[in-house]
């Protein structure tokens, strides 16, 4: 398997969104606590929610990259 396939790229920016999914949850049911000036988060729940925006970044990135690559692609075919 290549580390350049797009497919390859978007399973892990997959899987790392699901990584950070239960911590998401988390921070939006009983890990975020409130009072009248701040919202305090622990902070392994702040950190798997950074991990799920990273993976959605890695899977945005890829998404790019791929509408980039067909829209190339179709422009080549067009040209011949």
């Known amino acids: ?5 797009i497919r390859l790229w978007a399973s892990v920016g997959v899987l790392v969104i699901a990584a950070g999914l239960p911590y ?7 890990a975020a606590t409130q009072d009248e000036t701040t919202i305090t988060v622990r902070a ?3 950190f798997g929610v950074l991990v799920s925006w ?3 970044t890695i899977l945005a ?12 692609a179709r422009r080549e075919t067009v040209r011949a």
Do not use: E, H, L, P
């Open 1 to 5: 398997m290549r580390v350049s396939s």
């Open 61 to 72: 990135i890829t998404g790019a990259f791929w509408t980039w690559r067909s829209w190339r």
């Open 54 to 56: 990273v993976g959605c």
């Open 44 to 46: 392994d729940i702040a």
């Open 24 to 30: 998401c949850a988390a921070a939006v049911g009983w």
